[in-house]
């Protein structure tokens, strides 16, 4: 049981390395170039036995630093993921062959991530469009976005990343994933977002008021979730609305939802769901309903009609 429990850690920091080091745009050896009495700046590094040097742009003092940091960061995750892995080779860990409907559905998030994380970014009230939402995924720099949107935005990515990783889509579905999510989803904003609520909150638009959570109900209400008899999607879309509802840690109670249950779809190769931008007005109307216990099924149509997307 010990065993079990380390390698469940174990793979979760690993999947959060990965995470953390497929954000980091340029990772080698920085080479200065000087070409008619200018500097510039590439990568290089070896990829298929091959040596490739990649142009990153004009040398500044900016732009090395930056190189030099993103550099040293990838060196030290790199690391890092090598002695986990050589952790769980110790303990007996061999990783398994995932169902092809998984590795399908996989292949679809990662496909569709650009457009799943602009439609949680509008959800959000950030006020990007998709080519600049693209462009932050992309490393590019935008200056028509606030920095703490940006960050928002590249939460979002980090996790993603992390759910999408292969160790993680076979971990459960459960209240620590929850609060794993909540934690990348508020990177930079509170010390530990995955930590769960303890404060009163009001939610702006309705008099609903949640209920303070308590960590043992939290536990026993999302296994009951999992457990029932409901179909894959019923399952996903109770747990949305039940984190959402129950305001389980102090922000992002939203994007912690719809990633956590987008987790227990693909884990059992059944799609994903996600609130198309040009249908968030008409969600946050089902959600004030939904909190102020009007008609629970106009808002669980909503989500299996209009944002579930099979595979």
Same mark, same amino acid.
Not at 200 to 206: C, D, E, K, R
Not at 217 to 226: L, T
Not at 274 to 285: A, C, H, M, T, Y
């Given at each position: 049981?010990?065993?079990?429990?380390?390698?469940?850690?174990? @793979?979760?920091?690993?999947?959060?390395? /990965?995470?953390?080091?497929?954000?980091?745009?340029?990772?080698?050896?920085?080479?200065?170039?000087?070409?008619?009495?200018?500097?510039?700046?590439?990568?290089?590094?070896? !990829?298929?036995?091959?040596?490739?040097?990649?142009?990153?742009?004009?040398?500044?003092?900016?732009?090395? /630093?930056?190189?030099?940091?993103?550099?040293? !960061?990838?060196?030290?995750? !790199?690391?890092?993921?090598?002695?986990?892995?050589? %952790?769980? +080779?110790?303990?007996?860990?061999?990783?398994?062959?995932?169902?092809? +409907?998984?590795?399908?559905?996989?292949?679809?998030?990662?496909?569709?991530?650009?457009?799943?994380?602009?439609? /949680?970014?509008?959800? %959000?009230?950030?006020?990007?469009?998709?080519?600049?939402?693209?462009?932050?995924?992309?490393?590019?720099?935008?200056?028509? =976005?606030?920095?703490?949107?940006?960050?928002?935005?590249?939460?979002? &990515?980090?996790?993603?990343?992390?759910?999408?990783?292969?160790?993680?889509?076979?971990?459960?579905?459960?209240?620590?994933?929850?609060?794993?999510?909540?934690?990348?989803?508020?990177? #930079?904003?509170?010390?530990? #977002?995955?930590?769960?609520?303890?404060?009163?909150?009001?939610?702006?638009?309705?008099?609903? =008021?949640? &209920?303070?959570?308590?960590?043992?109900?939290?536990? %026993? %209400?999302?296994?009951?979730? =999992?457990?029932?008899?409901?179909?894959?999607?019923?399952?996903? =879309?109770?747990?949305?609305?039940?984190?959402?509802?129950? /305001?389980?840690?102090?922000?992002?109670?939203?994007?912690?939802?719809?990633?956590?249950?987008?987790?227990?779809?693909?884990?059992?190769?059944?799609?994903?769901?996600?609130?198309? +931008?040009?249908?968030?007005?008409?969600?946050?109307?089902?959600?004030?309903?939904?909190?102020?216990?009007?008609?629970?099924? @106009?808002?669980?149509?909503?989500?299996?009609? &209009?944002?579930?997307?099979?595979?």
């Amino acid at each position: 049981m010990n065993n079990f429990k380390n390698i469940q850690n174990l @793979l979760q920091s690993k999947a959060e390395y /990965q995470a953390r080091l497929n954000l980091i745009p340029y990772k080698g050896t920085i080479e200065i170039k000087e070409i008619s009495g200018k500097k510039y700046l590439y990568i290089r590094k070896r !990829e298929n036995n091959k040596l490739t040097s990649t142009y990153v742009g004009l040398y500044s003092e900016e732009l090395h /630093q930056v190189l030099l940091n993103g550099v040293k !960061e990838a060196r030290v995750l !790199e690391r890092k993921i090598k002695s986990i892995e050589k %952790e769980l +080779d110790a303990l007996g860990y061999s990783e398994k062959e995932l169902p092809s +409907d998984v590795l399908l559905n996989l292949e679809f998030a990662r496909a569709s991530m650009k457009q799943l994380i602009y439609d /949680q970014a509008i959800l %959000e009230g950030i006020a990007t469009t998709f080519p600049d939402t693209e462009k932050i995924l992309d490393n590019a720099k935008i200056s028509n =976005i606030s920095a703490s949107d940006v960050q928002k935005i590249l939460n979002l &990515k980090h996790a993603w990343e992390f759910i999408l990783d292969k160790d993680v889509i076979q971990a459960p579905t459960n209240y620590y994933l929850s609060q794993h999510i909540a934690k990348l989803v508020n990177q #930079g904003f509170f010390t530990d #977002g995955g930590r769960i609520r303890a404060v009163p909150v009001t939610i702006g638009g309705t008099s609903y =008021i949640p &209920k303070m959570p308590y960590e043992h109900e939290v536990k %026993e %209400e999302i296994a009951n979730i =999992i457990s029932s008899s409901n179909d894959d999607v019923a399952t996903a =879309i109770n747990l949305i609305l039940y984190i959402m509802k129950t /305001q389980v840690f102090n922000d992002g109670n939203k994007r912690t939802a719809i990633i956590f249950a987008n987790h227990y779809l693909i884990s059992n190769g059944k799609g994903l769901i996600i609130i198309p +931008d040009n249908l968030v007005g008409e969600f946050r109307k089902l959600l004030v309903d939904y909190y102020e216990g009007n008609n629970m099924n @106009l808002i669980k149509e909503f989500w299996l009609n &209009k944002c579930y997307k099979p595979l």
